[in-house]
């Protein structure tokens, strides 16, 4: 959809990335930290100060103690955090529980390592897990379960009864989790993420992984980590250090000194909840209904006041005829799934959602 927004000058709702610049101040740490040398390689599981500032942060917000030498490794990006822990733990025959709809890795993810995706639906329209399926689809073979909360595509939040039902369901199995966390400041209305870092008996069987490009507005960097117990991070590494073996240095030494402001990631659920607001108050002209969003930088929409095409077809021409460019959500799913819903990223500046809105409003 980004080639096709290229191809006819749209508005490009459909990847998720800002068009509003990154901080000044990170470029400016990075570009010292070239200046001063800092431009060969990086020691494998990341720079030691940036792994410190992680795990300063992870005991402020999760109160979970994190060994930065042992239990966290930098990655570039989340996207390849979340393939590394899938590869050090699912081998061929291995079943792993995928909902849906999900980020479009997961599934040629786990089905690269030879393992075998199951895939749940969330309960459409909300989009809420339907834990009873949960326990109908776990086997003997079921080896992991992939999480995503504040969740892409669909922007909701886990509560304390998913938490309570997940242990429920993985006390006193090998089950292993992945837990993808890369939009863990991006949740509104007061609600909190809840971690998988927060519970010691989910931690322990857990990689969770987070993203710099999500919270620092620089997608393009594509740096993020992983946090793991020591004995799954050693492993972890193994696969690590014959995949990327270490990421870019300068970078790192400049997040160590950035992550000191707490105040870089604090303001995010403010920062992003008023663009949510502004977004869905614009839609009222519309005829596309949002649906809820709790968490990430994206916000579906209902079309079925306007047209009873098939997602992808309504996207295209969306595309092509009004110059606003979205992604169908049967995309996120396996069998093509068509509930006539549109995922839009947010993460934009007020003048082009209001741009989009005003082609928008005349279809």
Partial sequence: MSALAIEYQAINLSQGFPDYPMSDELIGLTWEAMKAGYNQYAPMPGWPALREAIAAKIQWLYKRPVNPSTEITITPGGTYGIYTAITTAVRPGDEVIVFEPAYDSYIPNVEICGGIPVCIPL??????????????????????????????PTGIVFGEQDILQLMSIVRGTSICLVSDEVYEHLIYDGKEHLSMLRYPELFERSFVVFSFGKVYHNTGWKMGYCVAPAPLMTEYRKIHQFQAFSCHAPVQVALASFMKNRESYLFLPQFFQEKRDLF??????????PLPCSGSYFQLVKYDRISQEGDKAFSVRLTKEHRVATVPLSAFYQDGQDDHVLRLCFAKQSQTLEEAVNRLKKI
Avoid: A, C, E, G
Avoid at 131 to 152: E, G, Q
Avoid at 280 to 289: A, S, V, Y
């Fill in 123 to 152: 309960k459409f329209p909300d989009y809420r897990i339907d834990w009873d399926l949960v326990r109908s689809r776990i086997s003997s073979r079921t080896r992991m379960i992939l999480l995503n909360s504040p969740h892409n």
């Fill in 280 to 289: 869905r108050d614009l839609l009222k002209q519309t005829r596309f209904d």
